[in-house]
C-alpha cells in the first residue's frame, strides 16, 4: 500500500494563490495516473484535476485557467498550484493514485479561502 501526505494547505483572501503538495511513499511511475479532489462542507467529494503517467492532464472546467497540476517523479510528488483563488474553492483537498488493483488517497489538507 502507498501512502500518500498532503501539505501546503491553509488560509488565504480570495484572489491569492496556494501549492498544494502530494508526496507518495513510493516511486509514483508505477501510477496510471494521480489527481486531486476536493470536498466542500455538506458537498460529495469532486474531481479537480490529473495527470497520467504519459503527461495528459484534465481539470475540472471549474478550475481550469486557474489551477495547475505538475509531478516531480524525482522526487515522487504531484504539486497543485492554485491561483485566483475564490470562496467557492474552500474545502479539503485530497491527493488520489491509480493503479490496476490499487486507488490510494491522502489524509486530505484543508484549503480555505475567505477575507
Known amino acids: 500500500q502507498v501512502q500518500l501526505v498532503e501539505s501546503g494547505g491553509g488560509l488565504v483572501q480570495p484572489g491569492g494563490s496556494l501549492r498544494l503538495s502530494c508526496a507518495a511513499s513510493g516511486s509514483i511511475f508505477m501510477f496510471a495516473y494521480m489527481g486531486w479532489y476536493r470536498q466542500a462542507p455538506g458537498k460529495q467529494r469532486e474531481f479537480v484535476a490529473r495527470?497520467?503517467?504519459?503527461?495528459?492532464?484534465n481539470y475540472a472546467d471549474s478550475v481550469k485557467g486557474r489551477f495547475t497540476i505538475s509531478r516531480d517523479n524525482a522526487k515522487n510528488t504531484v504539486y497543485l498550484q492554485m491561483n485566483s483563488l475564490k470562496p467557492e474553492d474552500t474545502g479539503v483537498y485530497y491527493c488520489n493514485a491509480v493503479k490496476t488493483g490499487l486507488d490510494s488517497w491522502g489524509q486530505g489538507t484543508q484549503v480555505t479561502v475567505s477575507s
Open positions: 495527470i497520467y503517467s504519459g503527461g495528459t492532464i
